[in-house]
């Protein structure tokens, strides 16, 4: 069982940054890979960015250059660095766990609100 709880969300005006962190329990984190989704007020949950168990990323196209995702293994947390934040940016962030050898996420958080004012 991995438990994992964000932070770092907030208010920021447009241009800013924030950075979210997500703490997980467990003694195999670093077996583990992670992910951060968002969803936004009458939208679907979508993919933001997701980091391997080897450190290996990807983003969605639209925080590509904008948002880096990185991983402390002896802190058994991750990082969402959001930079260039624009108001479509505004969503409740979700981090999400699965074990490097399933396909789908098993594990959520309970969430984080970014608010972007243009």
């Known amino acids: 069982q991995v438990q994992l709880v964000e932070s770092g969300g907030g208010l920021v005006q447009a241009g800013g940054s924030l950075r979210l962190s997500c703490a997980a329990s467990?003694?195999?984190?670093?077996?583990?890979?992670m992910g951060w989704f968002r969803q936004a007020p009458g939208k679907e949950r979508e993919f933001v960015s997701a980091?391997?168990?080897?450190?290996?990323?990807n983003y969605a196209d639209s925080v590509k250059g904008r948002f880096t995702f990185s991983r402390d293994n002896a802190k058994n947390t991750v990082y969402l660095q959001m930079n260039s934040l624009k108001p479509e940016d505004t969503a409740v962030y979700y981090c999400?766990?699965?074990?490097?050898?399933?396909?789908?996420?098993?594990?959520w958080g309970q969430g984080t609100q970014v608010t972007v004012s243009s």
């Open positions: 999400a766990a699965k074990h490097r050898i399933t396909a789908t996420y098993a594990y």
């Open positions: 467990g003694r195999t984190f670093s077996s583990y890979d």
């Open positions: 980091i391997t168990w080897n450190g290996n990323t």
